[in-house]
T-cell receptor, first 115, second 113 residues
Framework: DTEVTQTPKHLVMGMTNKKSLKCEQH?????MYWYKQKAKKPPELMFV???????INESVPSRFSPECPNSSLLNLHLHALQPEDSALYLC??????????????FGNGTRLTVT | AQSVTQLGSHVSVSEGALVLLRCNYS??????LFWYVQYPNQGLQLLLK??????LVKGINGFEAEFKKSETSFHLTKPSAHMRDAAEYFC???????????FGQGTELSVKP
């Protein structure tokens, strides 16, 4: 069982819908991440939060809006997505942002389909 | 800039055979290297990490990797493959600051009975 919990596991949404992905960890980690993964590809970093503040935005389109309400929770708000945004969205956490000292712990992801 | 190259997008072995997944890195500073495994319909799980303490790193599920600076390699091995090892394996290098992981393209391991 993973220590990073993501909900929902599957999500189908239309291009005009607004939905949110949720991620929760209770390991006391201070860094949280959103990744996007297409089939047969490595994960691509989208956002990094460190101590509840956004520290990295990898030039992600504004139709993706992250939110970190507290140190245990991470949300990804979705609006007006395109079919090419269909992918597996992975949340991860680490003790600190310095990856070499604190490996990432991943959730099992949300499989998103945009119709 | 740091980068990772995984040689072979797909590797197939027989059950009980040696597993060898290749990873070469490029880094201008001492690298921090990782192997992650992704089982179908799951997230990534850390197998092992190299952080300069020892060149031979032992991980979970019987996997190990050896850091060879002269060859800029960090190949993953397991003496005897099991059916449950079938998965996607990613080698990754960490940037020195910011915690950004640079992933290789991944190697899909198939295990034949």
């Amino acid at each position: 069982d993973t220590e990073v919990t993501q909900t929902p596991k599957h999500l189908v949404m239309g291009m005009t819908n607004k939905k949110s992905l949720k991620c929760e960890q209770h390991m006391g980690h201070r860094a949280m991440y959103w990744y996007k993964q297409k089939a047969k590809k490595p994960p691509e970093l989208m956002f990094v939060y460190s101590y509840e503040k956004l520290s990295i935005n990898e030039s992600v389109p504004s139709r993706f809006s992250p939110e970190c309400p507290n140190s245990s929770l991470l949300n990804l708000h979705l609006h007006a997505l395109q079919p090419e945004d269909s992918a597996l969205y992975l949340c991860a956490s680490s003790q600190e942002v310095n990856g070499y000292n604190s490996p990432l712990h991943f959730g099992n992801g949300t499989r998103l389909t945009v119709t | 800039a740091q980068s990772v190259t995984q040689l072979g997008s797909h590797v197939s072995v027989s059950e009980g055979a040696l597993v060898l997944l290749r990873c070469n890195y490029s880094s201008s500073v001492p690298p921090y290297l990782f192997w992650y495994v992704q089982y179908p319909n799951q997230g990534l799980q850390l197998l092992l990490k190299y952080t300069s303490a020892a060149t031979l790193v032992k991980g979970i599920n019987g996997f190990e990797a050896e850091f060879k600076k002269s060859e800029t390699s960090f190949h993953l091995t397991k003496p005897s493959a099991h059916m449950r090892d079938a998965a996607e394996y990613f080698c990754a290098v960490s940037e020195s600051q910011g915690g950004k992981l640079i992933f290789g393209q991944g190697t899909e391991l198939s295990v034949k009975p």
